[in-house]
């Protein structure tokens, strides 16, 4: 059970991280541009939601509130997986470590790579005519650890209660 809450306890922490992180470097634009009209504002507050969720969820897990952390944090990784940029929408968000694999189709088929730390991008509307779709790899193998914690949880829970 110990390294079990251990491990829940790295991620928490990480996602806090993450989360922060993000928050710090989205804020300061948001002063900077966010208020010359209501969509732009709206993406902000958009982004500093996500931020915020990532931090909530690494508070849960710190507060060993394991099952509500562990399945806000699958969403909260789902969020990161997918990012793309097609007809000149663009969605990118990452919350923490990033190492995405991907494919440009804009003129041929490109394999693509980007690594990082948090970092966000959303377009409306774009005059060019990118088409780009990419995985996050950490998030994936984030999806799979928390995935892996909840049955370890949910094993030591009924063993607990077979014991007793």
Known sequence: MQKTESRIKIIGIYQIIGGLIGLIATIPLLVKFGFTNGTTFKMFLLFLSLYSF????????????FEKGLNYSIINQLIQV??????????????GLFLSLGL???????????FGLTTWNFKLISENGIIE?????????????????????????TQSINNN
């Open 133 to 157: 779709i990419s995985i996050n790899l950490v998030a994936l193998i984030l999806i799979n650890i928390v995935f892996n914690l909840k049955e370890k949880l949910k094993a030591q829970k």
């Open 54 to 65: 990532s931090v909530f969820c690494g508070y849960l897990l710190l507060k060993k509130q």
């Open 104 to 114: 440009n189709l804009t003129t041929d088929a490109i394999l693509t790579y980007n």
């Open 82 to 95: 997918l990012s793309f940029s097609i007809l000149g929408f663009t969605f990118k968000f990452y919350s």
